[in-house]
């Protein structure tokens, strides 16, 4: 099993930046992706960011390309989301995922390919 615990939301103005963490925990030998998911109200969940924790591809959505940044630090079993020139339209709860399955160009963002799941931290962006 895998625990994730997200941490670093908070609410800033637009143009402002911030940094998420994702700790895991237990058999973190065993993942190969971990990528960072929002879901707005009344919206589906959907796919932001994603990294390979044996290499170093990444993978990032159209809408955060340029603004975001996906990273990790290997020895604390920890992935970081940082966030900036944020804008209103980035305001959701930002979820962390992990896999044992490397990521890849086509899947990484679909949420089905993700079996362990962090409880989410708030990001509020006011215009």
């Known amino acids: 099993l895998v625990q994730l615990v997200e941490s670093g939301g908070g609410s800033v103005q637009a143009g402002g930046s911030l940094r998420l963490a994702c700790a895991a925990s237990g058999y973190t030998y065993g993942i190969n992706s971990m990528g960072w998911f929002r879901q707005a109200p009344g919206t589906e969940r959907e796919g932001v960011a994603a990294?390979?924790?044996?290499?170093?591809?990444?993978y990032y959505a159209d809408s955060v390309k340029g603004r975001f940044a996906i990273s990790q630090d290997n020895a604390k079993n920890t992935v970081y989301l940082q966030m900036t020139s944020l804008k209103p339209e980035d305001t959701a709860m930002y979820y962390c995922?992990?896999?044992?399955?490397?990521?890849?160009?086509?899947?990484?963002?679909?949420?089905?390919?993700?079996?362990?799941w962090g409880q989410g931290t708030q990001v509020t962006v006011s215009s």
């Open positions: 990294i390979y924790t044996k290499g170093s591809s990444t």
């Open positions: 995922a992990a896999d044992p399955i490397p990521p890849k160009d086509f899947s990484w963002y679909r949420e089905v390919n993700y079996n362990y």
